[in-house]
Nanobody
């Protein structure tokens, strides 16, 4: 059973940076898709970025391209989300999620594609 634990959230002023971490455990297959999602109050959960643990293939939402970078440290089974040039509109609870197999362009941002979820970490940009 895959378990995901997020950390690194907090409060920051607009233009600042934060780095989120997602520590994974319980992997039983060779490749997973790890995704970062966010949910703001009153809004649906949306995909932010994803990375395949096997080939490091990455995808980003248009709203964060050029500002956010997803990466991984396979030795630590940890995925990171470096967030730069943060805006008030980035305020949300950020969730890490995973499913078996690589990420694909047509499905990486769908909540329903993911089986395993972390508890979330709050990011507030003022």
């Amino acid at each position: 059973h895959v378990q995901l634990v997020e950390s690194g959230g907090g409060s920051v002023q607009a233009g600042g940076s934060l780095r989120l971490s997602c520590a994974a455990s319980g992997y039983t297959y060779s490749s997973y898709c790890l995704g970062w999602f966010r949910q703001a109050p009153g809004k649906e959960r949306e995909g932010v970025a994803s990375i395949s643990t096997g080939d490091s293939r990455t995808y980003y939402a248009d709203s964060v391209k050029g500002r956010f970078t997803i990466s991984q440290d396979n030795a630590k089974n940890t995925v990171y989300l470096q967030m730069n040039s943060l805006k008030p509109g980035d305020t949300a609870i950020y969730y890490c999620a995973a499913h078996r197999y690589d990420c694909y362009e047509g499905s990486w941002s769908y909540v329903s594609s993911y089986v395993h979820w972390g508890q979330g970490t709050q990011v507030t940009v003022s």
